[in-house]
Antibody, heavy 119, light 109 residues
Framework: EVQLVESGGGLFQPGGSLRLSCAAS????????MHWVRQGPGKGLEWVSF????????NHADSVKGRLTISRDNAKNTLYLQVDSLSPEDTAVYYC????????????WGQGTKVTVSS | QSALTQPASVSGSPGQSITISCTGT?????????VSWYQQHPGKAPELIIY???NRPSGISNRFSGSKSDNTASLTISGLRAEDEADYYC?????????FGGGTKLTVL
């Protein structure tokens, strides 16, 4: 079964950092672009970052550029997202998603991990 | 880049058809045939229901259909059922990012 499972969410202090993980099973992430999408409480979906299949290229949404680092360990079949200089606006459910032909669509989603940034 | 524009809500009765619009620009929807639609039930992850404007993934009902004209994409759900009540999001590829719409809440009356 194709599956994505996120972890690493929780309560974080403003100004701090976090690292989320997304473990894939049933397919190899080395063959796919992988993405992070977040959803603030009561808000819509916001694409935040992608990592190309070989891990050598990535991009981030302008709203988070400079504070996010996306990485992957293809041997462990796991995607990561580090977010620095956290602010309450980063409070959201973070989903990892598999890219269909790169960025054309997201065809597999994880269940999400909830991040709350609050003092 | 700005988000795509969707109506905040639509409603319909069981058996009826509804259409949700998604308006972008000539730089996103109008330039690429890479519009996708997602269904999200409360507390659940989104699910892909339409990709590349009008294609359905395996297992998605043919009651869901998509189309595009100029800078506007549309999702039509025919034969509405109670289980179709959910939030629906459109998205469009651009060269460097993916844009989402703000979401449309579908209420089945």
């Amino acid at each position: 079964e194709v599956q994505l499972v996120e972890s690493g969410g929780g309560l974080f202090q403003p100004g701090g950092s976090l690292r989320l993980s997304c473990a894939a099973s049933g397919f190899s992430i080395s063959n796919y672009w992988m993405h992070w999408v977040r959803q603030g409480p009561g808000k819509g979906l916001e694409w935040v970052s992608f990592s190309q299949s070989d891990g050598n290229s990535a991009n981030h949404a302008d709203s988070v550029k400079g504070r996010l680092t996306i990485s992957r360990d293809n041997a462990k079949n796991t995607l990561y997202l580090q977010v620095d200089s956290l602010s309450p606006e980063d409070t959201a459910v973070y989903y990892c998603a598999r890219g269909y032909r790169g960025m054309r669509a997201f065809d597999v989603w994880g269940q999400g991990t909830k991040v709350t940034v609050s003092s | 880049q700005s988000a795509l524009t969707q109506p905040a809500s639509v409603s319909g009765s069981p058996g009826q058809s509804i259409t949700i619009s998604c308006t972008g620009t000539s730089s996103d929807i109008g330039h690429f045939n890479y519009v996708s639609w997602y269904q999200q039930h409360p507390g659940k992850a989104p699910e892909l229901i339409i990709y590349e404007v009008s294609n359905r993934p395996s297992g998605i009902s043919n009651r869901f259909s998509g189309s595009k004209s100029d800078n506007t994409a549309s999702l039509t759900i025919s034969g509405l059922r109670a289980e179709d009540e959910a939030d629906y999001y459109c998205s469009s590829y651009t060269y460097t990012a993916t844009l989402f719409g703000g979401g449309t809440k579908l209420t089945v009356l």
